[in-house]
């Protein structure tokens, strides 16, 4: 019997004699080849991620299926034939012959035959891309601009810690790509509203009314950085373009442009000279400074007042590193003035963000951010109408994809009676951002500012259809049937708003005022009292909330005298007067003191 080496042996020979090892040899060669090429034509194709994976498994079904064959079957001159065992060869083949010179090429015609209906295949695959329509038509909005949203970068890091770096990354693309004119961007709140949401990619970019969307992943491990990114077309949902990107963490900028001038080429955008420095304008070039900017604007877009004091501590440590890092000073200013409308003494705030705003500016005065934060606390503060006109109209000749600018600038022209332009600007702001809870709700509130009640009525609707939790959509639909004189509508709605939120000033105020329209003296009176107990808990006392209550009782004297503790204190109920003096306090429009008070923010009514 023989031994193990020796079979070993015997196997060995019957491989080389049936050209099993020839095979495997070409064929190995011929698979890295097609490998090789389909690599080279995945991207200018846009064949599907799972093509090159696909092939693989094609490639490896296929050498099983060519060794098999190129040890049962021969191919030659005779056609196809069993190979025959070693024995009867031996004994079939001519004395003048020997067996090693025999010409076989079953394995060589096998694996050529394999590896051509692999390519095949593959063709197959790519017919729909070949020949299907251009890339990218560049199909285009009725405005003559192409659509595209960014959805937030899906964090793949080992400790799943990097979400604020995810959606940084993202909204830096989303600011850089809003500076083209022949692009609509959608703002960050629409688009980062379908994050975690299981949703196929086209119906997404349904949603949102585009024709592309840019979505990726990032893997951060220490200063290591792997950042994926793929541009798909909604119309077929294949991939225009797709890159991988494995650097350091400090190539985080290069990345950025990289992908955003990836974009602009895909969807044969055409750059004028001023954007295409826009769309790779960099305001750090420090990591640290940057993460830290980062972590600031992730906290800051949670909009709550815990939010904004995590984002002041890495704006300020932002700024203590790169002491003229721009947007960290902007960002601050958007801080101090989202805080200061909840202040009765908001001074502080406001010559803190004042401050941070015009530092922002001596940097980069093209900063459209900056503008829209001075704007704001010349309008809610100074009561400085023409400044902060002047001031939102810079915003938006810088930007005008800026959809807090767009909404602040609306808010202003209603108050300076201009309603029509006020619709008009609310609704560029909605273009831009259909997707932010608060946009929806401002546009209800410039639709009632405008007399346009049902309409506001219609998109509060919309706004809680939206974002159930949403409780200024409910105040403010409160505030609409108040203004309808359905004061048992607008209870109704301000008790929810109180069961959503618990406690504040504004809630107590309008309660009372809308108790006591009904006839309700006792519970108007009862209202009066929650708000003394609230004060008593405050450092300061809101006084506009006081005005309405005493305006609902009909104690004029109180209604002045807490009118003129506002007007010190600058708060922002004042500043609103513009277009609200009329819907609350409609009985005293005539009183002379009424007409002063007016006078004196430069209101005319």
């Given amino acids: 019997m023989a031994s193990g080496p020796n079979k070993i042996a015997r196997f060995w020979q019957e491989l080389k004699r049936r050209k099993v090892i020839q095979v495997i040899i070409v064929y190995a060669t011929a698979a890295f080849v097609i490998l090789e090429l389909v690599d080279i034509i995945t991207e200018p194709l846009r064949l599907p991620e799972w093509t090159v994976a696909f092939i693989i498994v094609l490639l490896c079904v296929g050498f099983i299926i060519a060794v098999i064959l190129s040890w049962i079957y021969d191919v030659g001159p005779e056609g196809v034939k069993k190979t025959e065992s070693i ?6 083949e001519p004395p003048s012959v020997p067996v090693k010179k025999r010409v076989k090429v079953s394995g060589v015609i096998i694996a050529v035959l394999i590896v051509a209906v692999l390519i095949v295949v593959a063709v197959i695959l790519a017919y729909p891309k070949i020949f299907r329509k251009d890339k990218f038509e560049g199909i285009r909005d009725p405005d003559g601009k192409i659509s595209i949203a960014v959805l937030p970068f899906v964090d793949m890091s080992p400790n799943k810690d990097q979400e604020y770096f995810c959606e940084g990354m993202a909204e830096e693309i989303i600011n850089a790509l809003s500076h083209i004119t022949d692009l609509r961007v959608v703002a960050r709140t629409s688009a980062f509203s379908f994050k975690g949401k299981n949703m196929d990619i086209r119906e997404i970019g349904k949603k949102l009314n585009v024709e592309a969307i840019l979505e990726g992943s990032v893997r951060k491990s220490g200063d290591n950085l792997r950042v994926t990114a793929q541009l798909i077309n909604i119309e077929d949902g294949y991939h225009l373009w797709s890159e991988k990107y494995e650097r350091k963490l400090e190539d985080v900028f290069a990345i950025q442009d990289e992908i955003s001038l990836a974009i602009v080429d895909k969807l044969k955008v055409k750059l004028l000279s001023s954007e ?6 960099r305001y750090t070039e420090n990591k640290e400074a940057y993460t830290l900017f980062l972590k600031g604007r992730y906290y800051w877009n ?6 904004f004091s995590e984002a002041f501590g890495f704006f300020e440590r932002a700024i203590e590193i790169d002491p003229d890092y721009a947007l960290a000073y902007a960002g601050m200013a958007d801080c101090y003035c989202m805080l200061s409308i909840h202040l009765a003494r908001p001074e502080p705030f406001i010559r803190k963000g004042r401050i941070a705003a015009e530092k922002a500016l001596s940097i980069d005065e093209t900063l459209a951010e900056a ?17 902060s006109e002047r001031s939102f109209k810079q915003a938006i000749h810088l930007n005008p994809r800026y959809p807090t600018a767009n909404n602040w600038y609306a808010v202003l ?3 300076l ?3 029509d332009e006020a619709i008009y600007y609310m609704m560029q702001a909605w273009e831009y951002d259909p997707g932010s809870p608060i946009i929806n709700r401002d546009l209800a509130v410039i639709y009632a500012w405008a007399g346009e009640y049902q309409k506001a009525l219609n998109q509060l609707l919309f706004t809680i259809d939206m974002d159930p939790g949403f409780a200024p959509a409910y105040f403010f639909m409160g505030n609409v049937y108040f203004w309808m004189k359905e004061y048992d509508l607008a209870i109704e709605y301000y008790k929810k708003v109180r069961e959503m939120t618990g406690e504040f000033f504004d809630i107590i105020g309008v309660m009372s005022f809308a108790y006591a ?10 209202e009066l009292n929650r708000l003394d107990s609230l004060a008593k808990t405050q450092e300061d006392t809101r006084a506009f909330e006081y005005s309405l209550v005493y305006a609902g009782l009909k104690n004029k004297d109180k209604v002045f005298e807490w009118l003129d503790i506002a007007y010190k204190n600058h708060e922002f109920g004042v500043a609103l007067m513009g277009c609200e003096a ?3 306090f409609g009985d005293l429009l005539q009183e002379p003191r009424f007409k002063d008070f007016l006078t004196k923010i430069g209101i005319e009514k």
């Avoid at 949670?302 to 939010?307: D, I, L, N, Q």
């Fill in 276 to 281: 295409k420095n826009e769309l790779v304008k």
């Fill in 371 to 387: 503008h829209a934060s001075l704007g704001f606390i010349k309008l809610t503060y100074d009561w400085d109408w023409l400044g």
């Fill in 582 to 584: 009329e819907l609350w």
């Fill in 302 to 307: 949670r909009r709550s007042e815990v939010g």
């Fill in 87 to 92: 024995e009867v060869a031996k004994e079939q």
């Fill in 417 to 419: 009676d201009r309603h």
């Fill in 413 to 415: 022209l209603s108050i």
């Fill in 517 to 526: 329209k009904l006839g309700n003296y006792e519970a108007a009176i009862g």
